[in-house]
């Protein structure tokens, strides 16, 4: 099935395959918000975990201290 679009001459399949830096800017606008997700995932572990660590300190010679 061929599309003529008018005026151009061109198939509308052609053009949209010919048209990649949409497409690019698409994927990198992904891979950025994916990014920016591990990236927060990663700063809230390492601003959680040592809290966590320094909780859960017992010693037997200060007690409940």
Do not use: R
């Given at each position: 099935e061929l599309n003529i679009t008018a005026g151009?001459?061109?198939s509308a399949p052609a053009r949209s395959m010919?048209?990649?830096g949409s497409g690019t800017s698409l994927?990198?606008?992904?891979?950025?918000?994916?990014?920016?997700s591990v990236v927060l995932v990663y700063m809230v572990t390492l601003s959680i975990f040592?809290?966590?660590l320094a909780e859960?300190?017992?010693?037997?010679a200060m007690g409940d201290w």
């Open positions: 151009t001459g061109e010919c048209s990649k994927l990198l606008g992904k891979l950025k918000l994916q990014a920016l040592p809290g966590f859960d300190v017992t010693s037997e």
